[in-house]
């Protein structure tokens, strides 16, 4: 059987880590790339940079990732739908829901592959969180939340914090949990003087009545992304940035402090950091992707979840610009 055809649309920040890994990726030949600015890191090598979708439609290919601006992925899924071509966007799906819906649409009606690069449901540590708590060693989930700081990416011109970061949580607390936001409420912050906000403060309740807990922003020195989830049992802490895990047991033993005993909560127990494989994630995303166009069971990230995700963001924008809770139910 012949290799697969692949092709990537943008030589960006993110693009250079992409053609990194289709070069690499067994069973995948990559073919071109597109950028209308050329090969700014100089990474396609011996791949020919094309000036336009049109071309590489034209060329011939099995599919495409797409790391141009968030802008620009609905047309660029358009067309690629239009031409029977697979492909892998990078996130958010889209600028807004209804742009998204319609990449829905489109892959649907056109029996396409169509997955979005919400990377973190493939970083290690929360692949074990979610292993963990489906296992139940949390038991009852009371809470979860997220903390994704850090300064600003100059590369980001199109969209906010919301968006481009808030994204990730939105997206990586479904996954682990298994829940679906019920209701969002929100604030944001403009501090840098740009058109769109760069910090969010979120409070969301997703089925089943757990609260979850959202601070993102792009005004930090320190570089932070962790997600801690606190349940009956204990708590556990995700850093996605080294990809460790450590849970914090709640404690067995009585407290012989009379003033202290009289409260009937949570106690300190064992901390333990789990040792287990990490491998790349973004190599991770792209053997799934390459599998599920090879019609092999895979576990991606779909467009309808990337749309699900939007969905949750603009709640966010909403409750922010109102000053009320969404509700997202229906």
């Not at 141009?68 to 899924?77: K, R, S």
């Not at 067309?79 to 209804?98: F, N, R, T, W, Y």
């Amino acid at each position: 059987m012949a290799n697969l055809r692949a092709a990537l649309i943008g030589l960006g920040s993110m693009g250079r880590n992409h053609a990194r890994n289709l070069r690499a990726l067994p069973d995948v030949d990559f073919v071109a790339a597109v950028d209308p600015q050329g090969d700014a890191y100089g990474v396609a090598g011996d791949v020919p940079v094309l000036a336009d979708l049109d071309e590489l439609i034209k060329l011939g290919v099995d599919y495409c990732v797409v790391a141009a601006p968030t802008a620009l992925h609905g047309n660029i899924a358009e067309q690629l739908a239009g031409a029977g071509i697979h492909m892998l966007v990078e996130k958010p799906v889209a600028k807004d829901s209804a742009t998204a819906q319609a990449m829905v649409d489109a892959f649907d009606k056109a029996g396409l592959v169509g997955a979005v690069g919400h990377i973190e449901r493939y970083n290690p540590a929360l692949q074990e969180l979610k292993r963990r708590l489906e296992g139940g060693e949390l038991g009852e989930i009371f809470q979860i939340a997220t903390r994704r700081q850090g300064p600003f990416p100059a590369r980001i011109a199109d969209v906010g914090v919301v968006m481009d970061l808030a994204s990730h949580d939105i997206d990586l607390t479904g996954f682990v949990t298994g829940r679906e936001y019920d209701a969002i409420s929100a604030r944001t912050a403009h501090k840098s003087g740009r058109e769109h906000e760069d910090l969010v403060a979120a409070t969301g309740l997703l089925s089943g009545s757990l609260v979850s807990n959202h601070l993102v922003n792009w005004l930090s020195p320190q570089k932070e992304r962790s997600t801690v989830v606190t349940g009956e049992l204990g708590t556990f802490i995700a850093s996605t940035l080294d990809a460790d895990l450590t849970f914090h047991a709640n404690g067995t033993v009585e407290s012989q402090w009379d003033d202290i005993a009289h409260f009937r909560g949570m106690t300190e127990g064992d901390v333990i950091r789990y040792a287990f494989s990490k491998p790349e994630p973004l190599r991770t995303e792209h053997e799934l992707f390459r599998d599920a166009v090879l019609g092999k069971e895979a576990a991606i990230v779909t467009l309808r979840d990337g749309l699900a995700a939007v969905r949750v963001c603009e709640a966010m924008l909403e409750s922010a610009a109102t000053g009320r809770t969404v509700e997202l139910k229906g």
